[in-house]
């Protein structure tokens, strides 16, 4: 199938095999993948370790080169350098010079992207402050920086260019529950902007959260493919929402569902996630807005 | 080089390839790396990009501390060079350059070698790599920016060293020439040391000069006469004369053929080599060679009476290779006084195959003198090479025949053509050693471009240096430097001249530490008029340190010069070497020479840079390292090996170690030859690290010629070149995610 404008990643019968030493298959990492993904959208690459998630990010990016198959990436050939140049990449650890400082980071790789000097210079403090980095986490050596700094620090490079298709691979990994609320914040503001966000992850509450679309791996192979809405419906079950109701309402209400034909209704509070009340604590607790990160 | 010359049958253009394989390795390697695999990056090449990268390599570097390293050393040249035992103030000097340019040398080498080599691996290990190639960066920029790093590391550290280097010499100098100036103003100075010291407080302690080679060294018996074209060399082995000869393989070993091992059926590989000598003898004193058969039976009563006809003297002939190395013994050849009796000498040894040494050409009688087909009288020795030891010739660029007397008392005169080699015609019933059916073999051209080269040598000493004793007795023992077209250096004070040789007083009687002052008694034969002019004063000369004289200025009309040197002190000899006498042609700053010297070590480390991300491309940085090393040390390696490789070396094994099976000699043969043309080969495709000599030139005070600089650039960009496209091929196939 030749791909398309609105395709911003495309592969056909992808398969990674991993060799020995004398060239024998060794592990098949990923088997026939055929995946489209297309622009503007927020597509969750799920799976357990070792489904071929991260090898699929690899070889759309060129750090390895597939068995069989192809793959496009944004109209070209996976790992073009050229297309790379609208590619924001952002590995499943902060992988960066631990000598320079967060700011240094950032300019080294706006160099990379040739962006000129007095436009580094800008763009440089508008990351920091978006991926919540403050005055002093910016002059310190990333050896120095958290595990969360780090992540926010290499969401920062994988930005640095304005990129219109971004990868996260595992990228609330390290942080804390605000700094993924604000992950997944940052991600569903960049789809906003029109971006694409390919988002590989095994925790699929973030996946759930924010993305549009999602495919499971497993062993290398796609089992399914979908919207999430639909993907996770449950449609021999029925909920009816309201305001808050009084005891004798809900009994009143379960009678008259059981009235209806309705067998064992279940009517209750909902509860919120652990992850919504952590913020809302932290949130009430922290005077003046001020981010907890980079304190330390 | 060698290894091709036999192909030089093939037509004009495929000989120029041949001849210049290297050349055409590099360009298939750049042209296919760069406009076939990647072009794409080559016309997408950024250099702010590579720049980027070099200044992270660069950032790193530094806040690893890699520069720590310099104090370090300095420190260590520093104590290094308080222990050292200088013979002069100059020689102190020296050492400690020596001592600050290898150190330097040293630690960037090292640097250089263990991070570019440590950075690639390290990267992709802790996958670094992922957030820099998924950039819009080509691994050609990847490449050419970690070179580019590593080189600015390299010369920082160059800076520092070369600083404290400069600083450092500039002040040891200072304090060495402040000690001069009180040792002349208070007569603290020996004869010896007088005008040395007087040079080096005129001219410094760290200026360069350049100088001008003469064209050859000559050692003879007696000085040489002006008018005659005779020399004399001295008996037992005082002197010796070599007659040189070029391998003109066509004309020794017959048409070229492919097939080394055919080489040995044709020309002197079929019917050897035959030598013929003709000089001229005079008795200084009594016969000491003559046979016991001629002497007196019996007790003799008063005075014994002379021998009346006294037999001619001896003298050895043997074959050295194009470098003054022992090639054939004399015992290996078939020597006799005459063409006939050679003749008789070979069929001799023909019916059983082995030498009789008292028909080797170890110790010839000379011949009656005889008149030779070219009109000249002189009395003859012949040798014949056995067509079996002469294909071992095949593997040498050229050879001399080595002429020397075996006779005591007696002066043997050298005419301008001492030597004649021939391929001497064998057939039944017909043999012809130097008649009109033998090919003679024309001989190298002298240094005037006419007449033939002859070394005269005195005897080897221990420093490799030819020895020429000392004593006033005439005729005396002379070595002359011939300058042929030397550039007019003319001061007002004349023409600069330094000699630096070896003294030996160990025949000397005088008290050791008590010795005479060494005077060399000197004087110059201007070529054109024929005029000889002594100088007044001898210079004194003390072993391994320079002296100064100059030659007066109206004593040479034009570049065309001989100097010649004659040691006055009885039971005292010189070491002389072709460049023991250098004609001083110009002064240079030591700043300039210093950065020339800088430079050098610079490109060196560039290099190694080079060849250390080359490896560490495609190795775990542990074995990058130890390919790197090898790769640098490989060239030099092979040329320890050079005197014996080549082509013919096999067939060389196969003779010498008797091998009767045909079959086993073929595979010994082509097995050994095979071998030895891939270590040439891989030699020529290695760097020659030899060109990067930083030190020598500037340690001896020599001006650093721009050729030095030429020649390491070229050996960096011949190999530097090729390296970076390879590195750049195999990073842009490899898959950098683990």
Known sequence: MIPTNDEAVHTEHLTKVYKDFWGRDKVRALDDLNLTIHRGEVFGLLGPNGSGKSTTIKLLLGLIFASRGTATVLGHPAGDTAINERIGFLPEESYLYR?????????????????????????????????????????????????????????????????????LDEPTTGLDPIGTREMKDLILSLKQQGKT????????????????????????????IGQVKDLLQVKDVTQIQTGGMTDPQIVEIKTFLSRMGVKDPIVTHPTTTLEELFIRIVRENTAGGQSSVGST | ???????????????????????????????????VVGAGDVMAFSLKRAWAISGVCFAESIRKRVLWITPLAIVGVIGITQFQRALDEQDAVRQS??????????????????????????????????????????????????????????????????????????VTAHQKQQQIAYRLQEGDVSDTERDRMGEYEHSGLLTARSFWAPDQLG????????????????????????????????????????????????????????????????????????????QPFGPVFGKAPAPTNLVPPRISIEI?????????????????????????????????????PALSAGGIRLSEPTKLPDGTTGQTAYAWLPPQTAIGLFRHNGFQVRVVGASGNVDFFIGP????????????????????????????????????????????????????????DAP????????????????????????????????????????????????????????LTHLAQPVLVESRLPAFFRIPADAVTTGNYDVLLHCENTAQSIGLLPTSLLLVTSHQYFEVNLIKSLSIIWMMSILVIIVAVLCSTFLSWPIAIVLTVLLLLGHWGVDQLADVSGPGLGRQIVNDFKFTDVALSKVVSTGVDTLSNVLNYVSDVLPDTSKFDAIEDIEQGVNIPGDRLLEALTVLAGFGIPSIVIAYVLLRNKEVAP
């Open chain 1, 99 to 167: 000598f320079l400082n967060g700011e240094e980071t950032l300019k080294f790789y706006g160099r990379l992207f040739k962006i000129p000097r007095a436009e580094l210079k800008k763009r440089v403090p508008a990351l920091l402050d978006t991926v919540g980095l403050d005055a002093k986490a910016r002059k310190r050596k990333l050896r120095e920086y958290s595990k969360g700094m780090a992540r926010r620090i290499g969401l920062a490079q994988a930005l640095i260019n304005n990129p219109d298709l971004i990868l």
């Open chain 1, 197 to 224: 966000v390919l988002l590989c992850s095994h925790l699929l509450a973030d996946v759930q959260d924010v993305c549009d679309r999602i495919t499971i791996l497993f062993r290398g192979t796609m089992q399914t």
């Open chain 2, 1 to 35: 080089m060698f290894p091709h010359d036999h192909i030089f049958s093939l037509p004009l253009a495929a000989n120029w390839f041949a001849g210049n394989w290297g050349l055409l390795v590099v360009a298939v390697i750049v042209i296919y790396g760069l406009l």
């Open chain 2, 97 to 170: 350059l020596k001592i600050c340019l290898f150190a330097t040398a040293l630690v960037v080498m090292l640097a250089s070698i263990i991070l570019a080599c440590t950075n690639l691996p390290k990267e992709i290990e802790s996958r670094v790599i992922y957030t820099i190639v998924t950039k819009p960066i080509t691994r050609l920029e990847v490449i050419l920016g970690k070179v580019i790093g590593f080189a600015r590391v390299a010369l920082t550290m160059i800076l520092i060293m070369g600083l404290f280097t400069w600083g450092y010499m500039r």
């Open chain 2, 219 to 294: 050692v003879y018996g007696a000085p040489p006469d002006p008018n005659s074209s005779q020399r004399v060399i001295s008996n037992d082995g005082e002197q010796d004369v070599l007659a040189g000869y070029a391998m003109d393989r066509t004309a020794l070993f017959g048409p070229p053929n492919d097939n080394v091992d055919d080489w040995a059926h044709s020309g002197i590989g079929e019917r050897g080599l035959a030598i013929r000598v003709n000089l001229n003898t005079q008795r200084t004193g009594a016969a000491t060679d003559q046979p016991q058969a001629v």
């Open chain 2, 320 to 356: 050295f290779d194009e470098n003054f190395n022992d090639l054939f013994a004399s015992t290996t050849m078939v020597g006799a006084s005459t063409s006939g009796e050679l003749v008789k000498n070979i069929v001799e040894y023909s019916k059983t195959n082995k030498l009789d």
């Open chain 2, 417 to 472: 053509h001492p030597v004649d080699c021939f391929i001497p015609e064998i057939k039944p019933g017909e043999f012809d050693i130097d008649g009109p059916h033998a090919t003679r073999i024309d001989p190298r051209p002298g240094i005037d471009g006419t007449g033939e080269l002859l070394a005269f040598r005195g005897r080897l000493g221990i420093h490799l240096d030819q020895e020429m004793s000392g004593g006033s």
């Open chain 2, 476 to 531: 005396h023992t002379t070595a002359v430097y011939s300058f042929r077209n030397a550039p007019s250096s003319v001061t007002e004070d004349g023409i600069p001249i330094q000699v630096n040789v070896q003294v030996d007083r160990s025949n000397s009687e005088v008290e050791a530490g008590h010795e005479d002052a060494t005077m060399l008694d000197v004087s110059v034969l201007d070529e054109a008029t024929k005029r």
